[in-house]
């Protein structure tokens, strides 16, 4: 079965699955059916060697009547008589004992599968012992101990190709028999008694059932049918088993390497936008949108200044670093993270996802909030590995309409916001102090029930004729208790201190609690700067 068959086959099948349906009900039907004329056959061609044999056995007999008992009779003018020599005889027939051994050899020259014998242990003296084997023994000694004259004795041999069953019955002494024996002068045996056993009549039967097997020609096709249509169906299906696997294979392979590809991608896309376009949700086209934002900028204080006093290598690494903690707080809040640009950050809340202009602007809040608590952790430990000057971050955050999509060409795109709102959000992070966190009015007044602020100067932005009024996040603890802060990071003009409670010992912390005790008596002593200084 060469492949191009298998390959069509296969595909009839697959093509046409009622074919599969229309051969399983055949194949129901045609079961029984077979079965029936099998039996059928079988028990014709049984019918037919039993008449066959009868026919044979009774043509058989009549010829050996008609040439040995009628032909003898009508050839003797004078009275006939029965003798066991009968051929030496004129006129004479056979007694029933030489009756019975002819026709054993009668039926057994005109049958090969059924044979007859007529024995016995006490022959007549002018004729040959008759040999007899341990099945013959056994039976006349088990007849002559039961004297029974309906005992039967049965054995059946063979192979499973071919069976043989033999039938010994009793040869019981009737009273003519018996006078006959007693007297005639070539008996054995003088003292026979009416009921003794002389011998048996054995009928054997052989039963080829090779022979046989054809009887079941319908049933053979049927399993020939099936035989074959099974195995073309198991071919099939280990056929299609290893194209499956193979499939399978390939697809776990192109599956790895998709999720590779997607892992890869995922890192230069933002997790919303990430999963708005590989679920379906959005259109890889070129498409904006107006919406309200919140729009979320911060930058490193004097970065310039700090890349000279790091080697370049020390400052990639605190400048990732401090990115991926920026980026985890960010993503914890649901902010979109648009780009980084150098040292700041660009992110916004409202698209893809939002809860409301409301909650994105407190939600950016408490964003900026929790970078500029994670800012002064990351200040503690990068003191603690050496760094002097440590980065501090400005934010500013704008609510406002912006343009927000897929900007570019059809072959290259960015998704990002265009609006003098993004603009205002930058110019609000360059006012802000280090460390610090500066609000326009329209973010303010969504969240003023959640922080203080303080306004400052209005400020002038290019593009927008009024005036910003900014708002300066006073305190931004506003969701932790003030006394569980451990670490404190102050800078400004004549002023810089960095206090990390958690790594003082006991007398570093007397010793350091002495000097804040001096410091605020000195503070509270200060004289007013004079103002020509």
């Given at each position: ?20 349906a ?30 066959a ?36 005889i004129?006129?004479?027939?056979p ?12 039926i057994?020259d ?33 007849f ?8 039967v ?26 006078a006959?024996?007693?007297s ?9 008694r ?8 054995e ?25 074959f ?24 392979e192109?599956?790895?390497?998709l ?11 933002s ?60 993503t ?100 802000a ?7 326009s009015?329209e973010?303010y ?25 900014p ?42 609690q ?9 503070l ?8 020509g200084?």
């Amino acid at each position: 079965m060469n492949d191009r068959f298998v390959n069509r086959t296969a595909l009839f099948f697959i093509n046409r699955p009622q074919w599969i349906a229309v051969l399983v009900i055949s194949a129901l039907v045609f079961l029984p059916l077979a079965v029936w004329l099998d039996l059928k056959n079988l028990s014709d061609n049984s019918l037919r060697a039993q008449a066959a044999s009868l026919n044979s056995i009774i043509t058989g007999f009549r010829t050996y009547y008609a040439t040995n008992v009628v032909s003898r009779v009508l050839s003797t003018e004078g009275e006939t008589r029965t003798a066991h020599n009968y051929q030496a005889i004129p006129g004479a027939i056979p007694i029933p004992a030489t009756l019975s051994i002819e026709m054993a050899e009668v039926i057994g020259d005109g049958e090969e599968d059924i044979d007859y014998r007529f024995v016995s242990d006490h022959v007549f003296q002018n004729r040959a012992p008759h040999v007899l084997d341990s099945f013959e023994r056994g039976a006349l000694q088990a007849f002559r101990a039961n004297r029974n004259p309906n005992l039967v004795m049965t054995e059946i041999t063979g192979s499973i190709f071919d069976r043989k069953i033999r039938i010994a019955a009793p040869v019981v002494m009737g009273s003519a028999c018996v006078a006959c024996h007693n007297s005639h002068e070539e008996s054995p045996k003088k003292d026979w008694r009416v009921g003794d056993i002389r011998g048996l009549q054995e009928i054997s039967i052989s039963q080829p059932i090779a022979e046989n097997i054809w009887s079941f020609k319908y049933l053979l096709i049927y399993f020939a049918c099936a035989g074959f249509f099974g195995v073309a169906f198991m071919l099939l299906q280990l056929r299609q088993a290893i194209g499956f696997r193979r499939m399978n294979k390939e697809l776990e392979e192109t599956n790895s390497f998709l999720a590779s590809i997607s892992l890869k991608i995922s890192k230069y896309l933002s997790p919303q936008v990430y999963r708005s376009i590989f679920s379906g949700e959005r259109d890889v086209v070129i498409s904006t949108e107006r919406k309200k934002l919140t729009i979320f900028f911060s930058d490193i204080k004097d970065f310039t200044l700090s890349s000279e006093h790091l080697q370049p290598e020390e400052l990639t690494r605190l400048l990732n670093e401090y990115f991926t903690e920026m980026s985890k707080i960010a993503t914890e809040h649901g902010a979109t993270v648009d780009k980084f640009i150098g040292d700041a950050i660009l992110a916004f809340f409202g698209d893809p996802e939002t809860k409301g202009p409301k909650e994105d602007a407190l939600a950016c809040l408490k964003m900026a909030i929790a970078m500029q608590r994670r800012m002064k952790t990351l200040n503690a430990e990068w003191r603690r590995r050496g760094i002097e000057k440590p980065f501090e971050s400005r934010i500013g955050i704008n609510t406002g309409y912006c343009n927000v999509g897929n900007f570019g060409s059809e072959d290259r795109m960015d998704y990002t916001i265009i609006g003098a709102e993004a603009n205002l959000a930058a110019r609000l992070e360059s006012i802000a102090e280090p460390g610090g966190i500066v609000v326009s009015y329209e973010t303010y007044a969504l969240v003023s029930d959640h922080v203080r602020a303080t306004a400052m100067d209005p400020i002038r932005l290019k593009g927008i004729s009024r005036d910003i009024i900014p708002y300066r996040v006073d305190d931004f603890h506003v969701d932790t208790d003030a006394s569980q802060e451990q670490t404190f990071n102050i800078s400004g003009e004549g002023v810089h201190l960095f206090l990390d409670v958690d790594r003082l010992g006991a007398s570093d912390a007397a010793k350091t609690q002495d000097a804040l005790e001096t410091m605020l008596t000195a503070l509270k002593n200060r004289k007013p700067a004079s103002p020509g200084l």
